[in-house]
């Protein structure tokens, strides 16, 4: 369990060659995420998809892509959740979300591409409510969020290596649910 499992809207069926995966903004976040390991080996992001072959190749549901992506979520410490207006409630992402928490228990630490600082996410060091809707997106996510500790993040990179450092959000040292930010 040492793995970063993102978790992000994408066409379904999903391939990654051509332009589509390109084109679609999520998949252009997580990549960034890749790019800043490339780049600095010390970043602390462990990338759970190489754990496995890649899942969204048009194979069958339930013989191969549900068990690859469960299997990703075992090997993880924790979701990277990508949410924005973009977000649709894809059969993959409800499962990665529902079995990432109820089954598993992984904290999640939700990124909001559209965002790039803390004080962008608050009103009065709260989230704002724009924020706070994006979570019935996806209503897995909405109704279980409760059960495991959730970090409310924007899209910057010093915040976003601070999340992925941070003990509190990853599985064996968890602190108690609830819902995180940073503050102003």
Not at 110 to 130: A, F, G, R
Not at 132 to 142: A, D, G
Not at 173 to 182: A, E, F, G, I, S
Request: one cysteine or more; charged letters at 20%; glycine letters at 4%.
């Amino acid at each position: 369990m040492s793995g970063n499992y993102c978790a992000f809207y994408v066409a379904e069926p999903f391939h990654e060659g051509a332009l589509g995966a390109h084109a679609t903004k999520d998949f252009v976040y997580y990549n960034t995420l890749r790019m800043w390991k490339g780049a600095d080996s010390g970043f602390p992001f462990t990338n759970s998809h190489d754990t496995t072959y890649n899942v969204r190749d048009g194979s069958n549901w339930e013989q191969t892509l549900m068990p690859r992506l469960r299997q990703r979520l075992r090997n993880s410490k924790n979701v990277i959740l990508f949410l924005s207006d973009r977000t649709v409630n894809s059969r993959a992402l409800r499962e990665e979300i529902d079995y990432g928490i109820n089954s598993l228990g992984l904290p999640v630490i939700v990124i909001y591409p559209d965002y790039d600082t803390k004080e962008s996410l608050l009103v009065n060091n709260i989230l704002k409510q724009q924020i706070q809707s994006l979570w019935s997106k996806i209503p897995v996510f909405r109704d279980s969020m409760h059960i495991v500790p959730t970090l409310h993040i924007p899209m910057n990179k010093a915040l976003i290596r601070q999340s992925l450092a941070d003990s509190k959000f990853m599985v064996k040292t968890k602190t108690v649910p609830d819902v995180y930010r940073y503050t102003a």
